[in-house]
């Protein structure tokens, strides 16, 4: 909406007018396995290949001249896509942002990146322009001596096999979906400071209507009206009112149902409250409405495209701060649905917003639910960084996000939901507590996250360990990732709904 279309051009190579041509490389390719480019370069491509200068591992990059007049590119990478059977829209996503952020810190005004892969060609194309897109991202930054980034390229998409308006209309998908994916980082990236609960509410509406998606901010009285005791609990220690952020994705002639719920962890800064956190690493935790986020902009995405079906987002937003009237270890809180929950540890706050965000979804109707939410360390104890944690139940449904999140490239791996693990949830005192001790920590989170949604289909990604690089990537920078809105937006276009 706010960027440029990516246009897709046809062959042949040497008639496009670019800056830099780049053009995915297998391992298995001959100097002459794509057409022109080895004599254009004047054999620089097949040199450097027999030198083992370039051998197209993931990532690698080498540019050099076009010396043919003939050819109206200025220049040609050759960028690493290892082996092409392992080069599907995931790994090509990928290599199309590390070659984006490449050609970005070059300064390469006009960049033209070669569709090439395994898979569909509307498929990769969509994939390769996610993948540009995402390398648009500015961290944003508070320096003061520091020139606004350069505006990114133009990016161009070479097509050469398939000419037709599937492939047009999947590129402006891509786009669309890497830019909603870059708006979620941005919200990510921003300050606990700067982005307060209602400055929250006030830019994911702002994205979200701007695409049609109609949008409704519960203020507190609103929320006490409705008995969110388990938000409201958390939020007392914070002098910022919470707010609870409602989408709702209506179009005209939709069915009834399905109607998908999406909700999203909403804390703009977890101190963990009266259980306060250590000094060490908590002003990552500005990042803890990264689920939030996710929701709100993968809104934006199915209102830009026009999913099919009904959708409604509930974001429950809110600070966990200490402060003289915050929740303490040991108090009760009644859920909006009626349940009770002895608070154990104040850090556990994200359940408890969910709890009650979730059981609103319900009431708006929805038929499935996906949550997402930063929850717990303990899940990324289990998976590290590299996928989130996916819960759920019934399997099918579980299996469902987890096809979608793998296209997506969100990468999910199941967990399981015992029956027996429930019982470290149990309260001497209440209907249950909110945590269960150590083991199984991201299980527990779950099986409390379950109690709120009413036996609906129902799944949970823990994205605590994918919402944050901790280290940068050739094609994710360190920061924040963007991680499940492609994956939430993609769920309202499945074929599944039948
Ligand atoms: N937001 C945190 C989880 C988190 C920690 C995400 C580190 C990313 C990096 C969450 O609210 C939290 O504090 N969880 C606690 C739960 C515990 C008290 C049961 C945790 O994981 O330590
Ligand atoms: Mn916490
Ligand atoms: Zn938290």
Redesign the pocket.
Known sequence: MNSEPIACIGGPLSAIDTDLLVVPWFEEDASTSVDGVDEASGREVSRALTVKEFQAKPYEWFITPVTDRQWRARRVAIVGAGRRADCGTDLLRKVAASAGVTARSRRIERVTFMVRGEGGTADLVQAAAEGLTLAEFNAGSYKTDEPAPAAPPTWTLAVLDERCEAVTAAAARGRTLGECSNLARELANEPGNTLTPREFAKRAAALASEAGVRVEILDETQIEKLRMGLLLGVARGSSEPPRVIVFRHEPSGAPEKPVLGLVG?G?TF?T?GI?I?PAE?ME??K??MAGGAAVACAMRAIGILGAPIRVIGVVPTTE?MPGGRAIKPGDILTSAEGKTVEVI?T????RLILGDGLWYARQLGATHLVDVA???????VALGKLASGLFGAPDAWVQRVREVADRAGDRAWPMPLFEEYRDQLKSDIADMM???GRPA?SIT?AMFLQEFTGGLPWAHLDI??T??AEEAKPYLPKGPSGVAVRTLAQLAFEKFWG
């Open positions: 962890k804390i977890d963990g259980s956190k690493g990552r935790m990042d803890d966990n540890n850090d556990a706050e994200g930063t929850l717990t360390r303990a899940c990324v909110n945590t269960g920590g989170a605590a360990g919402a944050w």
